[in-house]
């Protein structure tokens, strides 16, 4: 624990009305996007895209029939491609501007757009589903590069554990509420029409929100770094991005430390959520209802876990909350596993996995902003938008080339315990103190 004398209620206290306004600000842009993520990209997209090519006979592409099982996956991994390149350059881009906030709003109301029109894609337009869906992804993404790094201007060191977790718990909130919404509307219209609705919606639900929201309370921020004369954007977003990553080796081997261990990690956690569905369809015979019931039970109950684990951070320090975190993963991983045998212990599983999701989200985040140096906080949140997405085909690989080789998903889950095991080993000696010091960071008060 640090020797300091500042504690998070005096820190809290001197927080002053316009700083409690901003805040509340930020938190609310996660309610409004993460609608996004739960609605189309988890819930609706796939499963119309496949109904509507399955109706087509395959998806139609330059001259090509790409199998209608495919194509979604497909273009999921190319918008993961698009942002390995565009998000280091939007956080670089972020960094030189005084219009941050300008930058992040027009990239919300870009994705916003790009969702809305989904409410038009028939049978004839699948691709132009693909396509809206990657503008949105790619859009949104490089805005939260922009959204996570407004956390250090807007918390003292203290808080940001606290804020962070709080920003998570609304984003589930709000994701959970629409996400319910629309399986109220299919449910009553049970029409591809509920569906498009539903879709379009969404665009509009983040569009209403980030623009009541973050776009009225966030305040603008001075650039970071001034930009040279004459110097164009993309040769020195590009080139800044080179020269940062030069940096982040050299001058910041805890905060390159910590991302490391965040990749691996989070590849584990990534990889759990995506096959957790059809772990649960194959091996327990659950029903397509029960499957989304319980991605709804997941974003409720994540609400809490985030809060919980962010007080638990207040008392034993972030990393080693983490930590814990990330054994919880491991136990989960070997139930299901060992034990997971009947739809009622899955509802039990879902319970302690949403719990530890919100939490290691939270934590993740907050334990990366104590240790990203203040002139560069953009273009570092590219870094870690890109260890949480760019490689998100690691662990989904690894599952598939174990389940073909042993012919049973049970089995092949265990090779998920590698990423957590591993992402430990990487974590432990991740010495924060060091990490905030080199970033010019003030750890006091800050339990480490």
């Not at 591809?192 to 929100?209: D, H, I």
């Not at 719990?355 to 949140?381: N, T, W």
């Amino acid at each position: 624990m640090s020797g300091g004398t500042i504690t998070i209620e005096q820190a809290e206290a001197a927080l002053t009305a316009d700083q409690r306004s901003e805040i509340f600000g930020w938190k609310m842009y996660d309610w409004g996007w993460s609608a996004f993520s739960t609605t189309v990209t988890t819930a609706l997209l796939g499963p119309y895209l496949l109904a509507l090519g399955e109706d087509a006979g395959g998806v139609r592409l330059l001259g090509y029939t790409i199998d209608e099982a495919s194509f979604y996956p497909y273009v999921v991994s190319l918008s993961a491609l698009l942002q390995i390149i565009v998000l280091p350059l939007v956080g670089a881009a972020a960094d030189y501007t005084d219009r941050k906030k300008k930058l992040m709003l027009g990239l919300s109301y870009l994705g916003s757009i790009a969702t809305a029109g989904l409410f038009f894609v028939r049978e004839p337009t699948i691709v132009l589903g693909g396509v809206l869906f990657l503008v949105a992804a790619v859009a949104f993404s490089a805005a939260s590069v922009i959204y996570n790094s407004y956390l250090p201007d807007i918390a003292p060191p203290v808080l940001r554990d606290r804020i962070s977790s709080a920003g998570f718990a609304v984003g589930y909130l709000g994701g959970g509420l629409w996400l319910a919404a629309n399986f109220v509307l299919i449910a009553v219209l049970d029409d591809g029409v509920a569906v498009r609705l539903s879709l379009g919606g969404t665009g509009l639900w983040a569009m209403y929100f980030i623009w009541r929201y973050p776009g009225r309370l966030l305040q603008p921020r001075p650039a970071a770094r001034v930009k040279p004369a004459g110097v164009r954007w993309l040769t020195l977003s590009v080139g800044s991005v080179f020269t940062t990553l030069r940096e982040l080796k050299r001058d910041h081997p805890v905060t390159f430390r910590y991302l490391i261990a965040y990749l691996v990690f989070n590849d584990g956690i990534a990889t759990v959520i995506t096959v957790a569905t059809s772990f649960a369809a194959d091996e327990l015979d659950a029903s397509a209802t029960t499957l989304l019931l319980l991605v709804l039970l997941i974003q409720f109950v994540a609400i809490p876990g985030a809060v919980a684990f962010g007080r638990l951070a207040e008392r034993i320090g972030a990393k080693r909350a983490l930590m814990a975190n990330l054994v919880v993963w491991v136990l989960l991983v070997v139930y299901a596993y060992v034990l997971l045998t009947s739809v009622a212990q899955l509802w039990v599983m879902g319970v302690v996995l949403a719990l530890v999701l919100g939490g290691s989200q939270a934590l993740s985040r907050s334990l990366y902003a104590q240790m990203v140096p203040g002139d560069k906080e953009a273009e570092y949140f590219g870094f870690y938008e890109i260890a949480a997405r760019g490689t998100s085909w690691i662990g989904p690989l690894a599952f598939a080339v174990a389940n073909d080789i042993l012919d049973s998903q049970r089995q092949a889950i265990l090779v998920l315990v590698v990423f957590f095991i591993l992402g430990l080993g990487f974590l432990a000696p991740v010495q924060v103190r060091r990490g905030m010091l080199d970033a010019g960071q003030d750890p006091t008060g800050v339990v480490l």
